[in-house]
DNA sequence: AACACCGGTTCAAACGTTTGAATCAATATA
DNA sequence: TATATTGATTCAAACGTTTGAACCGGTGTT
């Protein structure tokens, strides 16, 4: 079954058809310090032969030997999610550069491949683990055999730092703060909001951002008009949710001008809600969204929102793990929070408020 | 450096804790046959002992005794692609389903990350390679290299058959044909068309497929709407392209009712260019796209588009390799090509022509 | 009493590398 | 001439597993 048997080179094949010795052949090819002692037509002899068979070395047999992996594990709970990829890119650049191979799993929303995935990581000694969250995850209790092998673990999308476990998030009470306040600049008064699931770290400290602007800005926050998203399902579900909100806002009758999504797929869910019912965006609504993933960038009107900035944070998660890894015996350095700057993302989908209500009669017939 | 020195936990701490061999412990831990010949209070012992020590096989020691790794690389060209997960997904399917463990990489359509990448592969001594190549792919000299190490290797969303190595990918022939005939049947006689770019594999069937049904229902294909995408960029930029060339077809003052896009971000981009001129999708111009990715879905109209069954090309793609693996000895079974069928997919972005001209002037103030 | 058998356990070699120490011939130093 | 130095190469042990073969004390058969 396992086809190396026949297959692979190895340093034996070269060494017999060199006239070398082994510890010779992998001196040369691994260039080791003392290939410096190896005179030079050896050398070039070794190297033609390896290229010509085809050589690579074994990285498990090397591994082994050297006791060093040179391996870090990402661990995305959802890789579907676009939040993810570039998270995932910016630790790729950050842990390429040290010369680490990173380690990729995707675990579906599965808790089962998530806790399968972890084992794996741990048996292929990787040195180091950053899981990506993006939405609800249960924690498991193969963190504690994390620990217990001290492997450096970091999370990013996620705050556990109670749990002893640096974290690295945007600051959400700012991204929410920075929407508020540019519906208010636009001129909104009366805005509804859809508040992320209870069970994601996320959605109280936005939902505190913009509350805290809003009195600042002396807007109203009906308390009909804040819905608050299921969490079991998944993240493609906030689109459905958008959609049954948006139209949910508009049977109260309530009076708003604007729509803050929790994110991205949620707002073009409000979008298309309210294209069912006849309204157009940003005319008659305006909807914003945060994240500032694909879908929200191609769509039309493209979408107002709050990006996070990704790809620093998988950098900055790399480059802690690394710093981590490189600083073992000085045991695990206190867990750290790190939250990171959202950025405001103009585009088409806000407007000055119309003059017309919000809840007014459609004007074309709707689109089912 | 490498941490594995003071961390992990092997099967000689467990054997010196529990006062038996390193042997029995391995027989009883790795539940090998032997493992019934041994009394079962003594494995009920070893395994609490393992248990509380947080024992992990090493993947490394085990793979190099064994002489198999029991993995899969999956190679993608570009994970940005929302094109490539669902086959990602697919593909993780399969092999998971027996006992494989994917190994994941993403070369950020960077040719030197997927070489690099590929070495890797070679270097863990993964058991079959899958290649997703959704963009431009330059073939790479290291394909030499796998087949010397006879690591059987697969490729979907390209045709490299004629390289020797088993292909996966849509019909696209029926899949544009598919598209058209959908236009034609709302009555559209006067379409414009996006062609993808000609380093692509799937442009040139996708067009026969146009060309073909076009002619069949009468349909009219002016030169001047038939346009072709640039080859050299990323995908991401078929958006870009869409927008474009939506300009430059209403500025060549042809008559057309729709635009059949090459791949679904390029129909959005032309929405998009439709959409700045003043025209809505689908009362004055009908739009379609290709692939059925998640933009497409969740835009506002939903796009109408040509899914591919990804899931399924990934599926088919790991049982492919590992039968490929299973028959090792057979040695290499001809290269085959795998076309799978594409399904229209009906959504809101296209209905039947508007009597209004397309050119005619813009009804509403455009949008910039 | 000699033998085969069996349940339970251990020996020892092997997987493909790496690397500190050893070897050995040739040259330089005392 | 004996001794150190150097340059080029090899020895052999080790990394953590797995596994065919061996061991060993006991019971059952003839």
Same mark, same amino acid.
């Given at each position: 079954?396992?086809?190396?048997?026949?297959?692979h080179?190895?340093?034996?094949d070269?060494?017999s058809?060199?006239?070398?010795?082994?510890?010779?052949?992998?001196?040369?090819?691994?260039?080791?310090?003392?290939s410096?002692?190896?005179?030079a037509?050896?050398?070039?002899h070794?190297?033609?032969?390896?290229?010509q068979?085809?050589?690579?070395?074994?990285?498990y047999a090397?591994?082994?030997?050297?006791?060093?992996?040179?391996?870090?594990?990402?661990l995305?709970?959802?890789?579907?999610?676009?939040?993810?990829?570039?998270?995932?890119?910016g630790?790729?650049?950050?842990?390429?550069?040290?010369?680490?191979?990173?380690?990729?799993?995707d675990?579906?929303?599965?808790?089962?491949?998530?806790?399968?995935?972890?084992?794996m990581?741990?048996?292929?000694r +990787?040195? %180091?683990?950053?899981?990506? &969250?993006?939405?609800v /995850?249960?924690?498991?209790?193969? @963190? $504690?055999?994390? !620990?217990?092998?001290?492997?450096?673990?970091?999370?990013?999308?996620?705050?556990?730092?109670?749990?002893?476990?640096?974290?690295?998030?945007?600051?959400?009470?700012?991204?929410?703060?920075?929407?508020?306040?540019?519906?208010a600049?636009?001129?909104?008064?009366?805005i509804?909001?859809?508040?992320?699931?209870?069970?994601?770290?996320?959605?109280?400290?936005?939902?505190?951002g913009?509350?805290?602007?809003?009195?600042?800005?002396?807007?109203?926050?009906?308390?009909r008009?804040?819905l608050?998203l299921?969490?079991?399902?998944?993240p493609?579900?906030?689109f459905?949710?958008?959609?049954?909100?948006?139209?949910?806002?508009? +049977?109260? %009758?309530c009076?708003?001008t &604007?729509?803050?999504? /929790?994110?991205?797929?949620?707002? @073009? $869910?409000?979008? !298309?809600?309210?294209?069912?019912?006849g309204?157009?965006?940003?005319?008659?609504?305006?909807?914003?969204?945060f994240?500032d993933?694909?879908?929200?960038?191609v769509?039309?009107?493209?979408?107002?929102?709050i990006?996070?900035?990704?790809?620093?944070?998988?950098?900055?998660?790399?480059e802690?793990?690394?710093?981590?890894?490189?600083?073992?015996p000085?045991?695990?350095?206190?867990?750290?929070?790190?939250?990171?700057n959202p950025?405001?993302?103009?585009?088409?989908?806000?407007?000055p408020?119309s003059?017309?209500?919000?809840?007014k009669?459609?004007?074309?017939r709707?689109?089912?």
């Amino acid at each position: 079954m396992g086809q190396r048997k026949s297959g692979h080179v190895t340093l034996l094949d070269i060494a017999s058809a060199s006239g070398f010795s082994v510890s010779t052949v992998s001196i040369v090819l691994s260039e080791a310090p003392l290939s410096l002692n190896v005179a030079a037509t050896t050398r070039a002899h070794i190297r033609t032969i390896a290229q010509q068979l085809g050589y690579h070395p074994d990285a498990y047999a090397r591994s082994l030997r050297r006791r060093s992996t040179q391996t870090i594990g990402i661990l995305a709970f959802d890789l579907s999610d676009p939040f993810c990829i570039p998270i995932m890119r910016g630790i790729q650049e950050g842990v390429n550069a040290a010369g680490y191979l990173p380690l990729l799993m995707d675990a579906q929303t599965q808790r089962k491949l998530f806790d399968s995935y972890l084992h794996m990581i741990l048996e292929r000694r +990787a040195e %180091g683990v950053i899981v990506i &969250a993006s939405w609800v /995850f249960e924690e498991t209790n193969l @963190l $504690g055999d994390i !620990r217990k092998n001290n492997v450096p673990i970091l999370i990013v999308g996620r705050d556990l730092v109670a749990r002893g476990i640096s974290s690295i998030l945007v600051d959400n009470e700012a991204g929410g703060a920075l929407a508020t306040r540019h519906l208010a600049e636009l001129g909104h008064r009366n805005i509804a909001v859809i508040r992320g699931p209870q069970e994601m770290c996320d959605s109280e400290p936005r939902w505190t951002g913009i509350r805290k602007v809003a009195a600042q800005c002396g807007m109203h926050l009906d308390e009909r008009l804040v819905l608050e998203l299921p969490g079991l399902a998944g993240p493609a579900s906030g689109f459905e949710g958008g959609v049954r909100f948006a139209k949910q806002m508009l +049977a109260t %009758g309530c009076h708003f001008t &604007a729509v803050l999504a /929790f994110d991205d797929l949620t707002a @073009l $869910g409000v979008v !298309r809600g309210l294209a069912e019912s006849g309204l157009r965006v940003p005319e008659d609504c305006s909807v914003m969204g945060f994240d500032d993933v694909l879908p929200a960038e191609v769509a039309t009107p493209a979408m107002t929102t709050i990006r996070q900035p990704l790809r620093e944070m998988g950098l900055e998660a790399a480059e802690r793990v690394l710093q981590a890894i490189r600083s073992v015996p000085g045991k695990a350095e206190k867990a750290r929070l790190h939250k990171t700057n959202p950025e405001l993302v103009v585009r088409m989908s806000t407007a000055p408020p119309s003059r017309t209500i919000a809840t007014k009669k459609p004007k074309r017939r709707a689109r089912t």
